[in-house]
């Protein structure tokens, strides 16, 4: 049974570039989110998306942007790079959104590899 | 703004000894807390989780407990081995996953 998966696993970028992460969840699941990690942080969270809609967004420009494809997978795309923009890139995949039943639904994150950007 | 503040930021244990990390929630919506270990260069893996219907839950050697009133939970790890050393983060969710800062325990043989 396949994880997530994210490719590429390394992009090195230079400033003013764009860039496309893409991301495979675990069969059956129909939501990705997305998470910013830089060195020594936590995940901080930018999208989720769930049956192809975007059910929540955190406090990141316009630059950054996502969308979920038919079959689940997702990409984001961040415009513009920053050198601050580098970090590790995480996706995460859940059965169900919370939204949908709060307490009890199956919202447990599982996170793929991740993709390292490099912002020179 | 929704915020999870986590202590301590590092934790040295000898092998055999437990180990203990605290986390505090601001948004009284959160009803989920999930913990991840974290092994450099690797994708966070979840350890455990709890919801709030429950005030504590173990497996083997770890346990969370859960302190709705005081927004708080804490995650424990009995017996520590050295395969234990990382860095654990604890979120809470409400809207949104919130992450805490991190704790990277190491565990000396």
């Known amino acids: 049974d396949a994880g997530v998966t994210q490719s590429p696993t390394h992009l090195i970028k230079t400033r003013g570039q764009h860039v496309t992460l893409r991301c495979s969840p675990i069969s059956g699941h129909k939501s990705v989110s997305w998470y910013q990690q830089v060195l020594g942080q936590g995940p901080q969270f930018i999208f989720q998306?769930?049956?192809?809609?975007?059910?929540g967004r955190g406090n990141f420009p316009d630059r950054f942007s996502a969308r979920q494809f038919p079959n689940y997978s997702s990409e984001l795309n961040v415009n513009a790079l920053l050198l601050g923009d580098s970090a590790l890139y995480l996706c995460?995949?859940?059965?169900?959104?919370?939204?949908?039943?709060?307490?009890?639904?199956?919202?447990?994150?599982?996170f793929g590899p991740g993709t390292r950007l490099t912002v020179l | 703004g929704e915020n999870v503040e986590q202590h301590p930021s590092t934790l040295s244990v000898q092998e055999g000894d437990s180990a203990v990390i605290k986390c505090t929630y601001s948004?009284?919506?959160?009803?989920?807390f999930p913990w991840y270990k974290q092994e450099l260069g690797k994708r966070p893996q979840l350890i455990i989780d709890i919801r709030s219907n429950v005030g504590e839950k173990k497996d083997q050697r770890i346990a969370v407990t859960l302190n709705k009133t005081a927004k708080h939970f804490s995650l424990h790890i009995t017996e520590t081995q050295p395969e234990d050393s990382a860095v654990y983060f604890c979120?809470?969710?409400?809207?949104?996953?919130?992450f805490g800062q991190g704790t990277e325990l190491s565990v000396k043989p």
């Open positions: 998306y769930y049956e192809k809609e975007e059910r």
């Open positions: 995460a995949s859940s059965q169900d959104w919370p939204g949908r039943g709060a307490l009890f639904s199956t919202d447990t994150q599982y």
């Open positions: 948004d009284s919506a959160s009803n989920y």
């Open positions: 979120a809470a969710r409400g809207g949104k996953l919130i």
